[in-house]
């Protein structure tokens, strides 16, 4: 038995984590932020691979049977390596999950103009990631994508409400539009972007629904934990929270606690392969 692991490359999976939390609150979790080499957005596939299991291996050294890659750039570059390749040797009882499938299945339902506008890392715009899940579940549907390689490093430095920061959103915002005029639907692709909600639906025509991924990942799983009791039953269910940050605790735990809204004390794990 052991906690749900909730990976990120810096402070977005909290975003993730939240509602986690809210729609399974019996069930314990242990995220890890890896947030002395984020972004990963801007990284190869090879980097991401090497990250993204490294911090796999560590939740499941830490006893987690079920791990949710809340990040999409990682769910993007890694997560089916990790599930065909790794896992069966690794662990072949825990599961990895990921973040875009589940947003894609339901991203369809909210378009009436069928444009579908996505906001994401430079990594998951260019693995096509929700442009090929999008098209399996609403193949009516047109996809526009927009990378906007600032928005992580100004989130994760605290920057992303200073004048010149809400500039470089706005410009990303625009580009997105300016790709066609008939997207009423954004999902963001991207698990640090939820903290700018209210900034980006401030810039955009009100006709446009913005799409953040918590609570619809939250019911992702909780729809896959009961399909799937054996491992329901592997996760432990004390109502506990931990936190692993790859930067100082002191940083991640002033910052965490204002985006979890809680008191964060976070032990720090040491990744010393840098790239
Ligand atoms: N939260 C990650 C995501 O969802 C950010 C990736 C990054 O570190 O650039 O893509």
Not at 87 to 98: E, F, H, M, T, Y
Not at 181 to 205: A, E, F, Q
Not at 208 to 219: R, T
């Amino acid at each position: 038995m052991g906690p749900i692991g909730v990976f990120d490359s810096g402070y977005g999976g909290l975003t993730i984590l939240k509602d986690l939390r809210n729609r399974l609150p019996e069930y314990d979790f242990l995220y890890l932020g890896d947030n002395a080499r984020t972004p990963y957005g801007t990284q190869s596939y090879d980097v991401v691979y090497e990250f993204t299991l490294q911090a796999v291996k560590e939740l499941f050294n830490r006893g987690c049977e079920l791990v949710i890659v809340a990040c999409n750039t990682a769910s993007a570059k890694a997560l089916r390596t990790i599930q065909q390749k790794d896992l069966p040797n690794l662990a072949p009882n825990k599961r990895v999950l990921g973040v875009i499938r589940p947003s894609a299945e339901v991203v369809g339902s909210y378009s009436v103009s069928r444009n579908i506008g996505v906001l994401a890392t430079q990594g998951t715009v260019q693995s096509e990631s929700y442009v090929i899940e999008i098209a399996n579940f609403s193949p009516d549907c047109t996809v526009f994508q927009q990378a906007c390689p600032l928005w992580v490093p100004l989130i994760e430095n605290n920057e992303y409400e200073t004048d010149a920061g809400k500039q470089f959103i706005q410009r990303d915002v625009q580009k997105l539009l300016d790709k066609n005029d008939k997207i009423d639907t954004i999902i963001l692709g991207c698990t640090h972007y939820p903290v700018l909600m209210d900034y980006i639906v401030s810039i955009l025509p009100s006709s446009v629904k913005v799409i953040a991924q918590g609570e619809i990942v939250a019911e992702s799983l909780v729809d896959y934990l009961e399909r799937h009791p054996k491992i329901a039953d592997r996760c432990s269910k004390k109502s506990e929270l931990a936190f692993l940050t790859s930067e100082p605790t002191a940083e991640f735990d002033v910052n965490a606690s204002k985006f979890m809204n809680l008191e964060v004390k976070s032990k720090h794990i040491n990744f010393t392969i840098k790239h």
